[in-house]
C-alpha cells in the first residue's frame, strides 16, 4: 500500500498561487490513479483533480477548470497541484489519494469515473489546508 503525504498549503489572497505536493513511498505510482479532493467546512468532500498515471489522463471539476493542473515527477514519485487564480471558494482541506487500478479495465475507464469513486481510493494523505483570504 502506498503512503501519501502533502505539502504546500498555506495561506493566500484572492488571486494568488499555491503549489500542493502529494510525495508518494512504499510503491511506484505507475500503475495507479492519483487524486486531489477538498473538503471544506460543513461541506461534502469533493474531487478536484485526477491523474491516471499509465497514460496521464486527467480530470478536472468543472470549478477548477483552467485554473487547477495536476502533474507528476517520476522521478520524484511525487504528484502535484498547481492552484492559480484562488478564490475564496477554494478554502478547504485538500487530500491527495491514490486507488491502484493496474493495466485492466480501469486503463480504459474515462478519468472523471474513476475520479468521483472515492471507494476506490485505498491510500490518503493526511491533508493540508487551503485558506484563500484577503
Known amino acids: 500500500q502506498v503512503q501519501l503525504v502533502e505539502s504546500g498549503g498555506g495561506l493566500v489572497q484572492p488571486g494568488g498561487s499555491l503549489r500542493l505536493s502529494c510525495a508518494a513511498s512504499g510503491d511506484t505510482l505507475d500503475y495507479y490513479a492519483i487524486g486531489w479532493f477538498r473538503q471544506a467546512p460543513g461541506k461534502d468532500r469533493e474531487a478536484v483533480s485526477c491523474?491516471?498515471?499509465?497514460?496521464?489522463?486527467?480530470y478536472y471539476a468543472d470549478s477548477t477548470k483552467g485554473r487547477f493542473t495536476i502533474s507528476r515527477d517520476n522521478a520524484k514519485n511525487t504528484v502535484y497541484l498547481q492552484m492559480n487564480s484562488l478564490k475564496p471558494e477554494d478554502t478547504a482541506v485538500y487530500y491527495c489519494?491514490?486507488?491502484?487500478?493496474?493495466?485492466?479495465?480501469?486503463?480504459?475507464?474515462?478519468?472523471?469515473?474513476?475520479?468521483?469513486?472515492?471507494?476506490?481510493?485505498?491510500?490518503w494523505g493526511q491533508g493540508t489546508q487551503v485558506t484563500v483570504s484577503s
Open positions: 489519494a491514490a486507488a491502484h487500478i493496474g493495466v485492466g479495465a480501469w486503463t480504459i475507464t474515462p478519468v472523471q469515473v474513476i475520479c468521483v469513486m472515492e471507494a476506490l481510493f485505498g491510500s
Open positions: 491523474m491516471r498515471n499509465v497514460d496521464g489522463s486527467t
